[in-house]
């Protein structure tokens, strides 16, 4: 009786599909399901595509050309002509806060992509060869995450100079380790499947293996890694123009606007105060997004 059943169940669910009365759900709409129940989550992508609008279309909403010195405005109040005050050389917080924006995400984004590639890479190799491959590849994973992140930023930015594309090498170098070990995790556990083995036996090359049936199916793990790597790289680069390793004046970033305010922090408060709290709202809403990205995309919670 109860093998027939569950036949029964199988034919009625059957015949729903072909008649249309249900939907078919595949893994990525039943987590977009998941997604949209976590309104908190919801809530902080509205804020991330707000901020990446805001990054965008900077020139066109920014009052102000960001590095315009406006010496009769130096250190002023906020006021109608300059809404969050001026700084040191006349010119406007608000500006120079909206372009931060740009270059605070870009720098994020830019390292989280170098740091994938790297550790997609270099775990998917380690995973799925094993042996002495394996071991080489933990090794250089254990030297590079023997050091402290911040003092190993620094280091590498001290060799290789300030700059821009020095920030992303720097930032993707740091924390690509982290993706590398999940990534060799994931392929260790997949090269085992059927499937694998199915195309090892048809003649697949180990290059088609990993990069057709391995890599895919770590893509959900590689998501989240990058959507809560972003907020590491914002705060890292954020460190490191305060120290003033980072992205240099006139070029406006939260981090050296937040270390040009220090001295003039007791009488205008507002010029320091402002970038930490984007810098916190812009964390804050990528790691409970990327907590709820995870949830949804976690295999076990399947209704």
Request: proline share 5%; net charge positive; with cysteine.
């Amino acid at each position: 009786m109860k093998i027939l059943s569950i036949f029964t169940k199988q034919r009625k669910f059957e015949e729903q599909l072909l008649k249309g009365e249900m939907e078919y759900s595949s893994y990525y709409k039943d987590s977009f399901k998941r997604l949209k129940k976590n309104k908190a989550a919801l809530f902080c992508l509205g804020v991330i595509f707000f901020l990446i609008l805001l990054a965008l279309f900077a020139p066109v909403v920014s009052p102000y050309d960001p590095t315009y010195q406006d010496y009769a405005s130096v250190l002023a109040p906020p006021s109608s002509k300059h809404l969050l005050g001026a700084d040191e050389y006349g010119r406007d917080i608000l500006s120079r806060l909206i372009h931060g924006t740009r270059v605070s995400l870009s720098i994020g984004i830019l390292a989280q992509i170098l740091a994938s590639v790297i550790g997609i890479t270099l775990g998917a190799i380690a995973g799925y060869f094993g042996g002495a491959v394996d071991t080489l590849i933990s090794r250089i994973m254990e030297i590079f995450a023997a050091f402290p992140d911040l003092l190993f930023a620094m280091a590498i930015m001290t060799f290789m100079g300030q700059g821009l594309q020095n920030l992303f090498i720097a930032l993707g170098l740091l924390t690509w380790v982290r993706t590398a070990r999940l990534i060799r995790g994931s392929v260790m556990q997949l090269k085992e499947k059927e499937y694998v083995e199915a195309s090892k036996a048809s003649g697949g090359t180990s290059f088609r293996i990993i990069t057709k049936h391995l890599i895919p199916n770590c893509l959900s793990t590689v998501i989240v890694l990058v959507t809560l790597g972003i907020p590491n790289a914002i705060m890292y680069e954020a460190s490191l123009s305060f120290l003033g390793l980072g992205i240099q004046p006139p070029t406006p970033s939260w981090g050296n606007m937040i270390s040009s305010a220090q001295s003039f922090i007791s009488f205008l408060p507002v010029y320091s105060i402002v970038p930490g709290i984007a810098i916190m709202v812009t964390v804050v809403a990528f790691n409970i997004f990327g907590d709820g990205l995870r949830d949804a995309l976690d295999p076990k919670l399947r209704a």
